[in-house]
């Protein structure tokens, strides 16, 4: 099958203008696919200036808000160059729903060339008389050409019903042929697939049914007027579905209500494509509401197959099988591929600048996103003062983190650093006891060789272990006891910790109920010792701190400060950047070496060849492992732990180049603005590595060979960051890593991944984790 023109677009929008569903208030996912109309763009956009209310800036109407109906109308557009072509997809099923949502949204009305109606169901053609007299309203205001083409499916029932037991319940008629005409549109027949619009969008003909568990819409019927007799239609083949080919991703396909099975619509889409690009997106009705469980999991377990990477499923979906997506294909509905989003931003790029964007966010925050190492460097080193993390920051992050070496700056930071930097000093990290202990306990608890287990539930458990013991003297054995409230809490106010940075000045919408509580949980659980340290008599403090074993980080920060809130933010946040960012490490290590025998056979190679099959390593061990040392480098290349990072302008500043005509000037920064920038996507730009040869493998695949002959260029390789505030747990991580690397594969001769090893996707909170977990068998 050809692909009949459709040729591939820059960008693609969907309006919903109406749907089944409203939720102006739960937040999309940070990274998911853009969404707009929250309730915080409706505030920052509503046209109710304020004058008179205080520092209130807009008024936030009800009557602004969207309504739903149950029905579906999408307003699609696509872009190319400086072409542009928008087609309304359905209108939804009342005039009056469909007028009001397009008062409040403000589409471009006027722009619109086409109307395909995806099938003859009220719920879609109800509101196209008016759809056509507003377009042309619009066209008319603007002067612009009144072509307007519907273009829609020839067999048009009289009426369309359904059964109910015995009984057949009519729906109201679609508009007539003659009525869409004299509303002013040109009208279009068609039963066969054809692009539309310079090929910018393909709409299908009738669509193949080959799935056995898509049987059309049960109990539908189609009623002859001449004839005056209803007949069962389950097949409803008048259904049309719309595509087009995104530029870097592929097919996004939008459903009306995918009557001939929304994988049936998906693989004809996937055919008529030539099998020639992957199914991105499918955006509309799924039709699932009222089916059996059986036939919602079918769908399911057959679009997983797929393998879309974003699933909209809208009207007539229901709830049932969007919770059964988020179960079988986590990620699909909030998809969390930040990379991918922030790698977007650079098709608005410059020449002039090709690896750092302005981009105006909501409420007047100018951002700088980059990726340029030159940049970075004068963020964290050579402009050292004119950056920060600002008061937004500070702000933002205090309720968990307080006013501790996170969240300030200047002296406040200065302080906090010279505090906690004795705590790792060689001395105190070479004792690896600790390490010892919490690694034997977690291996005890691998699955018996050969079967499988997810390996990063085990490494974030052992690193909290770790991480609590070494800052409190005492662990919280979540190894032994995962299920802890702790645990929970602390994972939870992290990931709407994470939300509401990137949401910037939305994020005063979010409820931070979940966040309250999260931040009351974890302080129920560090106050206490943080008040038995405090406890202590100076002099018994004095006397501990001459005792390096039992002198600990909780203690040496009693002997300094008798405030229990500086003690408990310094704790909570060493807490935070110790333990998640060593664990997802880990969790890459292994992932990786799952995936590469041959790496794995070598690098065990040389730790038995080090220490034997079981003698404990010692702290020079581990420094003298040249390939343990690439294999640890390589995985903090392609997964810097944190992956993406904000400082503000504390003053007018600059960043160096992407500024003027050629881009060789300094950029201007003011007070105020954001610098976004990601060691993540700065550390996999190919252009930034020599070329690839037999010594230099491809920068975007796992080789720890590379290190053996190539050393990065400053400021190009940096997951603990660089300047005054590089990672203070640089070394203490890295022996964490390496020593509980060299306890399993001194045990283990192979490893085998036990998942989908390439449908794994890097998932980004604060720290940047494996979404999928990392499910291995071992065998010794
Ligand atoms: C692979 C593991 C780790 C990686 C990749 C990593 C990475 C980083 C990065 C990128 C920063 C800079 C954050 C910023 O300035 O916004 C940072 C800061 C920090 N890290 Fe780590 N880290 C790791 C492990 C640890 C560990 C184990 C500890 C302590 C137990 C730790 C303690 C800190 C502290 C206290 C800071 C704040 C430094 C400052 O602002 O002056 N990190 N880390």
């Not at 229990?564 to 933010?569: A, Y």
């Not at 070598?602 to 343990?628: F, H, Q």
Request: proline share 6%; glycine share 8%.
């Amino acid at each position: 099958m050809a692909l009949l023109g459709l040729v591939e677009v820059d960008s693609l929008e969907a309006l919903i203008i109406v749907d089944n569903e409203l939720d102006p208030m739960s937040p999309a996912a940070p990274d998911t696919v853009q969404l707009s109309g929250g309730m915080g763009t409706l505030g920052m956009c509503s046209p109710h200036d304020l004058h008179d209310r205080g520092e209130a800036v807009k008024e936030l109407r009800m009557s602004d808000i969207c309504c739903s109906a149950h029905g579906l109308s999408v307003l699609v557009t696509a872009t190319k160059g400086n072409v542009k072509h928008s087609i309304l997809f359905d209108a939804g099923p009342e005039e009056e729903v469909w007028a009001k949502n397009v008062a409040r949204l403000r589409p471009d009305l006027a722009s619109v060339e086409l109307i395909q109606l995806s099938h003859w169901h009220r719920d879609h053609s109800g509101g196209l008389l008016r759809a056509i007299r507003m377009i042309q309203d619009a066209k008319a205001a603007r002067g612009a050409s009144h072509h307007l083409t519907l273009d829609l499916h020839p067999a048009r029932p009289d009426y369309r019903g359904f059964m109910l037991g015995e009984k057949i319940i009519s729906l109201e008629a679609d508009p007539s042929f003659d009525d869409l005409a004299a509303a002013g549109a040109t009208i279009d027949k068609h039963d066969e697939v054809h692009t539309v619009l310079d090929g910018f969008f393909l709409i299908s003909g009738e669509v193949p049914r080959v799935t056995p568990f898509e049987k059309g819409l049960k109990g539908a019927m189609r009623y002859n007027g001449q004839e005056d007799e209803w007949y069962s239609d389950e097949a409803i083949a008048d259904e049309r579905f719309l595509m087009c080919n995104l530029k870097g991703k592929g097919i996004v396909m939008f459903t009306g209500c995918g009557h001939a099975g929304v994988v049936n619509s998906a693989k004809h889409a996937i055919e008529l494509a030539n099998k020639s690009m992957p199914l991105h997106a499918v955006v509309g009705g799924f039709h699932l509401a009222t089916s059996e469980p059986q036939q919602v999991d079918s769908t399911v377990r057959a679009l997983k197959k797929l393998d879309p990477a974003v699933l909209l499923p809208g009207h007539c979906s229901g709830w049932r099988v969007k919770f059964a997506i988020e179960r079988q294909i986590p990620g699909t509905l909030s998809e969390n591929r930040l990379l991918e989003y922030f790698n977007d931003l650079f098709r608005h790029a410059t020449d002039a600048s090709p690896n750092c964007v302005e981009v105006n966010l909501a409420g007047g925050w100018r951002s700088f996103f980059t990726r340029d190492p030159e940049h970075v460097k004068a963020v964290l080193t050579g402009n050292f003062a004119s950056y920060g993390k600002g008061e937004i920051f500070h702000e933002l992050w205090s309720p968990f983190l307080g006013d501790s070496i996170f969240t300030t700056d200047g002296k406040q930071w200065s302080n906090s650093r010279q505090l906690i930097r004795p705590m790792f000093i060689k001395d105190r990290i070479s004792d690896l006891e600790i390490f010892e202990r919490k690694t034997q306990t977690m291996m005890s608890l691998f699955a018996s060789p050969g079967e499988a287990f997810d390996l990063m539930d085990l490494f974030y458990r052992m690193t909290l272990d770790v991480t609590t013991e070494f800052l409190l003297g005492r662990g919280i054995h979540s190894l032994e006891n995962p299920q802890g409230e702790f645990v929970h809490a602390f994972a939870e106010v992290q990931r709407i910790q994470m939300l509401l940075t990137v949401l910037g000045p939305i994020q005063a919408f979010i409820p931070r109920g979940a966040y309250k509580r999260g931040i009351k949980t974890i302080d129920d659980f560090v106050l206490p010792f943080v008040h038995s340290a405090l406890a202590l008599p100076v002099d018994e403090l004095e006397k501990l701190s001459k005792s390096e074993k039992s002198f600990t980080f909780l203690h040496a920060l009693a002997h300094f400060t008798r405030d229990p809130k500086v003690i408990r933010d310094q704790v909570v946040s060493v807490l935070l950047a110790g333990r998640d960012t060593t664990a997802a490490t880990l969790s890459w290590a292994f992932y990786e070496l799952s995936h590469y025998p041959g790496i794995y056979a070598k690098l065990r190679a040389e730790i038995l060849s080090t220490v034997g099959p079981s003698r404990a390593p010692t702290y020079e061990d581990l420094k003298n492992m040249p390939y343990l040392r690439h294999t640890v480098n390589e995985t903090l290349r392609l997964y810097p732990a944190v992956p993406y990072n904000i400082r503000f302008a504390l003053t007018d500043t600059t960043l160096p180049h992407g500024g003027g005509p050629h881009g060789d000037l300094p950029l201007t920064v003011l007070q105020g603005d954001a610098v976004i920038y990601s060691t993540y996507a700065m550390q996999r730009r190919a252009d930034l590595y020599p070329a690839v040869s037999d010594k230099f493998a491809d920068p975007a695949v796992f080789s720890p060979e590379r290190w053996e002959t190539w050393t990065p260029k400053a400021w190009q390789y940096i997951p603990f960051n660089g300047g005054p505030r590089i990672c203070i747990g640089q070394n203490f991580a890295l022996a964490e890593i390496a020593y509980t690397m060299v306890r399993i594969l001194q045990k283990y001769e192979r490893l085998e991944y036990a998942g989908d090893w390439e449908a794994q996707f890097h998932k980004a909170e604060i720290v940047g984790t494996p979404g999928k977990g990392v499910n291995v068998r071992f065998n010794p």
